[in-house]
C-alpha cells in the first residue's frame, strides 16, 4: 500500500469505503486509473442459480469501478465450475452437468444487470464465461503453455492448499490445478480484453497474484491485483450466512421482503460499514446515519434496509417490504406482503406450536423454539405463547386462513394451512 494518498477516483473511493485489503502495485495502480480507463474484472462460479449477499461486496466493486470511469468484466466460471475452487474447502464439490452450469450462469446474469450497465461503450460491463478458453486447450497444449510458469513449492505454500492439508483433508489433483486455470483466466483476458486488474476476496490473494505474475512474467505487461478484507458481522459471522441459511441475491431464492430483513436486523455495529459497502449514500449521509443516538440506530438500519433493496429489487419492493414489516411489527397488523409458508393442514391443526414454528422456518428446531417460549420471544396471533407445547386449534386460523407466527422481534410468518 502506497504511504501517498491517491490519485485516482477509483481507488480513493475503495479506501474511503472499506474495500481495500491488499494491492500489489498500488502507485502503478493509482497511475493507471488516473490517465486513462483500467480494465478489471471479478470471477465467480455458477455452483448455485443464485449468487449471495457474501458475494455483493465483489459485485459492488465492479460498481464502484464503473462509477470511478472504467470498465468492469463479470467473468463467469463456465470452466472453474467443473473443477471447483478448494479455497476454505474440506471437500471437492460436486460436479455439475454443462447445461446446469450454463443455466445457473443465465440466472446469476440477472442480478448483475441491476448494478452495472452492459453494453459496447468503452466503459460498459461485458460477461464472459472462462469456459470459452480453457475448454479449448488440450492437456498436453496446458502443461507445455503454463505448467512452467509454476513451481510446486510455491503452490503448496498458498492458504488454500496449506490449509486443507493441515487439516488433513485430501485435495484432489483436480482441484490443485484450480489457480492454474485462474491465473490463465488473466493472461487471457489481459491478451483479449486489455484487462489489468484482477480484484477478489482476501482468500484469494494466492491465486490473484499467481495471475499477476503470469501475466508479467509470460507477456510482460502490466498487470495489478487487489483484494477486499474477509468480510465478517460484528458477531463474528460469515457474512451472507444465517440460521435460515444463504441470504440469496435473485428473488426466486429469497423474496424482496426476507432480504429487506436481513438488513434491517443487522448487528448495530455493522451499520456504519455495511452502509458505506453495500449503498451508495454519500459518506456524510452514512456518518449522521451511524451517529445516530439510543434508538435512532433503527433509522439508520432501515435506511440500510431500503438503500441496498431498492438496489437489488427496485423502489417499489422496498417500500412494499418496509410496508409489511412496519405493519407487522411496529403496528401489529398483518399484510399480504409477509413471508407466507404453507404447510399441510394436518401437520397445523393439532400440533404443538414449536413444531408449527420450526416447520415455518423460524426455529431450526423444536428445542429452540421451546426456549424461545420460555424466555417470551415466542407469539402466535400476537400473543405471547409461553409453553411451546401448547397446541394449535382451528380457532386460532384467523378469516384469511392464516395464523401469525413471530420469533423474537424481528422474525414473522404468516402460515397458511392447506
Known sequence: MSDQPFK????RTLEARGYIHQITHPTELDEAASNGIVTAYIGFDA??????????IQIMMLRRLQQAGHKPIVLMGGGTTKVGDPTGKDASRPHLSDALIQANIASIKTVFEKFLTFGDGPTDAIMLDNDAWLSSFGYVQFLRDFGTHFTINRMLAFDSVKLRLEREQPMTFLEFNYMLMQSVDFLELNRMRGCTLQMGGS????????????????DQKAAFGLTTPLLTTASGGKMGKTAQGAVWLNAEQLSPYDYWQFWRNVDDADVGKFLRLFTDLPLDEIARLEALPGAGINDAKKALADAATTMLHGADAAATARGAAESAFEKGQLSADLPTVEIARDEVIGAMVAAVTTKAGLTASNGEARRLAQGGGLRLNDEAIADGARLIEASDINADGVLKLAAGKKKIVLVRPV
Open 203 to 218: 482468500d484469494q490473494w494466492g491465486n490473484i497474484t499467481s495471475g499477476v505474475d503470469l501475466v508479467r512474467r509470460v
Open 8 to 11: 485516482s477516483d477509483f481507488l
Open 47 to 56: 455452483t448455485a442459480p443464485s449468487l449471495h449477499v457474501g458475494s455483493l
